[in-house]
Structures are given as structure tokens and as C-alpha cells.
């Protein structure tokens, strides 16, 4: 498995930026899936995007489309999620999550495929 840690959360205007990152440590980093998901008060934790080992794959979730681009970096073991575009509700708990075994598209939303998990980070979008 990879720890996980993720960085970059704050209070930001609508329509501003973020940069979310996550910083993993262990073996076989490039061997993962990585994924973001997000978590509001009182809701269920629901996928954003995720990207493939080699970085060449992508999916997102309808809501953050043309706003949130998913990178990673496997040279330095570091996945990111550029958030433009905010929205009000996009405030929640960001949490960065690692997954071995092979998903694409929609099958890469599933919580539970996911092995390991950061401890999140506060995105707060003031209207």
C-alpha cells in the first residue's frame, strides 16, 4: 500500500483557483490508480476524478467537467487536481485515494475499489 497525504485546501471566492496535491510514500507508485473524491457535511463521499498509472487516462465526474483537471506526477510520486471555476458547492472534504487493481471510466468512481486513503483536506468556496 502508499500513504497518502494531501495539501492545499483554503477559502476561496467563487470563480477562483485551487490546487490541490497529494504526496504518496511507499512502493509502486506508478502502479496505481489515484483518484479525488470529495466529502460534504452530511452527505456521502462521492468521486471527482481519477487518472490511470501512466497518466494517459482520465475520468471525472459530470459536475466538474471542464473545470478540474486530475495530473500526476510519477517521478515524484505526487498526484494534483486543479480546481477551477469554483462553485459554492463544490465545499467539502478533498481526499486523495490509491487503488491497484485496473478501472476505467465509471468503474474508477467506486469507493470502495480503493485501498488506500489520505486524510483530506478542507476546500470551503464562499458564494
Known amino acids: 500500500q502508499v500513504q497518502l497525504v494531501e495539501s492545499g485546501g483554503g477559502l476561496v471566492q467563487a470563480g477562483g483557483s485551487l490546487r490541490l496535491s497529494c504526496a504518496a510514500s511507499?512502493?509502486?507508485?506508478?502502479?496505481?490508480?489515484m483518484g479525488w473524491f470529495r466529502q460534504a457535511p452530511g452527505k456521502e463521499r462521492e468521486f471527482v476524478a481519477a487518472?490511470?498509472?501512466?497518466?494517459?487516462?482520465?475520468t471525472y465526474t459530470d459536475s466538474v467537467k471542464d473545470r478540474f483537471t486530475i495530473s500526476r506526477d510519477n517521478a515524484k510520486n505526487t498526484v494534483s487536481l486543479q480546481m477551477n471555476s469554483l462553485k459554492p458547492e463544490d465545499t467539502a472534504v478533498y481526499y486523495c485515494?490509491?487503488?491497484?487493481?485496473?478501472?476505467?471510466?465509471?468503474?474508477?468512481?467506486?469507493?470502495?475499489?480503493?485501498?488506500?486513503w489520505g486524510q483530506g483536506t478542507q476546500v470551503t468556496v464562499s458564494s
Open positions: 511507499g512502493r509502486a507508485f506508478s502502479e496505481y490508480t
Open positions: 487518472i490511470s498509472p501512466s497518466g494517459a487516462g482520465t
Open positions: 485515494a490509491a487503488r491497484r487493481n485496473y478501472c476505467s471510466g465509471s468503474r474508477c468512481s467506486d469507493v470502495g475499489g480503493y485501498d488506500s
